[in-house]
């Protein structure tokens, strides 16, 4: 059990509704989509918001996770407490078929990740090989650091020749038959995490391994012992974490470290004026190249007849783009569609992932072209362009002609853009932070930040992450959660759709610190700029910590505090939420967190309430053996009240710990 004050007593959530207003499909707190929903009433659209409510009642053997379709003697569902309906028919039970179902998510959130890394990997091998002309390596200082953390040689030696070393451990990770730790994980994790997997027998060798073992190990007839099956996801989590932080830092090495950048979001940066491309997905290796090739054709642009090109970028391609380049972000992923309803987006750009099909669909209405770029991602109707690292820039400008060209057949009478949008300040990588906190303390610059904590000015750092769930209402508990945790001096940072609408609702802007700091996190940020006159760009509320892959950056940060604390993560007052996760990316995330020693808040439920004992190992027990826990809770200040509860635990602890060693001049306790 979780031994911080829980609210309940129990680790159960609140008896809120899991499903607001399921009859309701104005299903979003976002100004933007709600002026958009105003302006195109008579057009009667069908998106998401609408089928949200068509799925409703949605069926409780699915929602609690006891429905198995993993054999086709099935599907199998549990319907009774005892008999024949109790069990499946090979003899399955509920916390068989809970834990089974959950960890092959995590598997899915796994692969996925790791297709993303894959992709980076290769353009990089490509760079490498001199295969692909139109990328440069940009952030030589970055390479250096990750090839001497792998334990790389790095001394005289070319930057490219030190890339191919590091690509070949990255591939080497991805299908490694020893039994030997992945070398990015182990690269970065902390001494006490790196025993923990080791005694728990729960550190991948590989990547493509894990989730090929994790999918072996809960086929039909394999595994049926709930906690040998959660102790399997765990490790695949663990991959996931390895993929993510390959994505990352490739990423960087590529496309540079991201700085603090100034930018917009929300639908009112899509320009009338302008041809608007979106980038919507997650790779940056494509999304790069076509903000590269946009710049240079604005001529082009102008001989259609518009002032320019406008990029513009949605979900975590989006947030890549803004860290990086400072593009406007659009829309966040479940208002996806009314980037297109606003009859002034000239094309849609896809890669992979949190892309619905139905931007197909609503895109026929309108002149927009819908442009798939992945040979694993093809949507109906909707053009294909090979996209391929040998040839981006070429690619690049064929999806720009493609926009030019549509720009000659927009409807002018369709245009509807709201005009909302926000400034915001982005950008911030570990190593950005790192150097705002150097200008206090240049020689430990993260004590800047635990001795805030450990002083009271902070109450801790929390990790806002994750999807949109339409269950509840679009970005209505990103909001919520925030605006309470900075009320109760958390340093916040954000990944991925949670950033995404702190950047739409103007929370991501040094003006919001005003509106809604608490005194302690005012004073905090007002002593970081004051030391860093540098920053004309002013410190926001929230830091943007890039996209979903990115959240290895937030475990990157926990564990420089747990190093400068002398701790293990599991002492750290860091939490992570994700308030309206929706992916099954956003499943592994939460695991490999909680696996990594830290309590996760999930604001919509997955399935496991279907077995007490698989909701025990994921609440309670995982605590005990990890020192992180999940937090189910669909209501938001409950939510919030919660993973407060979990940081003034941990806060207080450490300085009872901090003080004891202290005065006997001995080491910190590691107990949590
Ligand atoms: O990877 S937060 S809805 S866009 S899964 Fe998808 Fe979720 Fe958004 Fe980015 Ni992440
Ligand atoms: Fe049913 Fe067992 Fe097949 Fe699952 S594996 S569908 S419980 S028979």
């Known amino acids: 059990m979780p031994r911080y004050r829980d609210l309940t007593h129990t680790a159960q959530p609140s008896s809120a509704p899991r499903v607001v207003e399921p009859k309701s499909s104005l299903r979003t707190t976002d100004p933007g989509v709600l002026q958009m929903l105003t302006m195109i009433q008579d057009r009667k659209t069908e998106t998401v918001y609408d089928r949200v409510v068509a799925q409703q009642p949605q069926c409780t053997f699915g929602y609690n996770g006891i429905c198995c379709r993993i054999c086709i003697a099935g599907p199998c569902r549990i319907k009774k407490e005892d008999g024949p309906g109790s069990r499946g028919i090979c003899g399955a039970s509920a916390y068989t078929i809970v834990s089974r179902n959950l960890v092959r998510y995590i598997a899915g959130g796994t692969a996925s990740h790791s297709e993303h890394a894959r992709q980076l990997l290769h353009a990089a091998h490509a760079l490498v090989e001199g295969r692909a002309p139109d990328y440069e390596l940009k952030s030589p200082a970055k390479l250096l650091k990750l090839a001497e953390k792998l334990g790389l040689g790095t001394l005289g030696r070319e930057d490219k020749e030190i890339l191919q070393d590091v690509v070949e451990l990255g591939y080497a990770d991805f299908g490694r038959y020893q039994d030997r730790p992945l070398a990015f994980l182990d690269s970065f994790i902390t001494e006490g995490r790196r025993r923990k997997f080791q005694h728990t027998n729960i550190m991948p060798r590989a990547i493509d391994g894990a989730v090929t073992e994790i999918i072996a190990q809960t086929a039909m007839g394999v595994d049926a012992d709930p906690v040998n099956i959660i102790f399997g996801g765990l490790k695949t989590a663990l991959a996931d974490l390895a993929g993510s932080y390959i994505g990352t830092t490739l990423s960087d090495v590529m496309f540079g470290i991201p700085e603090p950048i100034v930018s917009e979001a929300n639908l009112g940066v899509i320009n009338p004026k302008m041809v608007n491309i979106a980038v919507h997905g997650h790779n940056p290796v494509l999304s790069e190249i076509v903000v590269a090739a946009a710049r240079a054709r604005q001529d ?41 309803l606003t009859g002034a987006l000239d094309a849609m750009v896809v890669d992979i992932q949190c892309i619905y099909p139905s931007v197909q669909t609503i895109a026929e209405c309108y002149h927009t072209k819908v442009v798939t770029t992945e040979l694993i991602m093809k949507i109906p109707g909707a053009q294909h362009i090979a996209f391929n690292p040998a040839t981006a820039l070429h690619d690049a400008q064929k999806l720009i002609s493609i926009a030019l060209e549509a720009y000659r057949q927009r409807d002018p009478r369709k245009i509807s853009i709201p005009p909302e949008r926000h400034k915001l300040v982005a950008g911030f990588s570990l190593e950005a932070l790192r150097a705002i906190f150097a200008n206090l303390c240049p020689e430990r610059p993260i004590s800047v930040l635990t001795e805030a904590i450990l002083s009271g000015q902070l109450k801790g750092v929390a990790l806002m992450a994750g999807c949109n769930n339409l269950k509840r209402l679009q970005d209505e508990s990103h909001v919520n959660i925030l605006k309470e945790l ?20 103007g929370l991501m802007s040094p003006l919001a610190v005003d509106a809604y700091a608490g005194a302690g996190l005012k004073s905090f940020l007002n002593t970081l700029e004051g030391a860093n006159p540098q920053l004309s760009t002013g410190l926001p509320l929230v830091f943007h910590v890039g996209a979903c892959v990115d959240n290895s950056r937030g475990m990157d940060l ?4 747990a190093n400068e604390l002398g701790v293990d993560i599991p002492k750290v007052p860091f939490v992570v939420s994700a308030p ?15 696996t990594m020693g830290l309590p996760v ?39 919030a009240a919660k993973l407060l509860d979990a940081l003034e635990y941990r ?17 910190v306790a590691q107990g949590w």
């Open 558 to 561: 926990a564990i420089a505090m």
């Open 486 to 505: 900075v009320k109760n001096d958390v340093f916040v940072i954000a990944t991925g759709c949670s950033a995404g609408a702190y950047a739409k609702f």
């Open 651 to 667: 806060t207080w602890k450490l300085n009872i710990h901090q003080m004891t060693a202290e005065k006997h001049s001995t080491k």
């Open 601 to 639: 808040h999930v604001g919509s439920l997955p399935p496991v309430e279907g077995s007490d004992l698989v909701y025990g190992l994921t609440t309670q027990i995982a605590h005990d053996v990890f020192g992180g826990n999940f937090i189910f809770e669909v209501e938001p200040l409950i939510g």
């Open 580 to 594: 309206e996760a929706m992916h099954e990316k956003a499943i592994a995330i939460g695991t490999w967190a909680v």
């Open 300 to 340: 082009d642009a102008r001989k259609v007849g518009a002032e320019g090109i406008n990029i513009v970028g949605i979900c975590c391609t989006g947030n890549e783009l803004l860290m990086r380049e400072g593009v406007y972000l659009a829309t966040s992923s479940a208002s996806q569609e009314m980037a297109i």
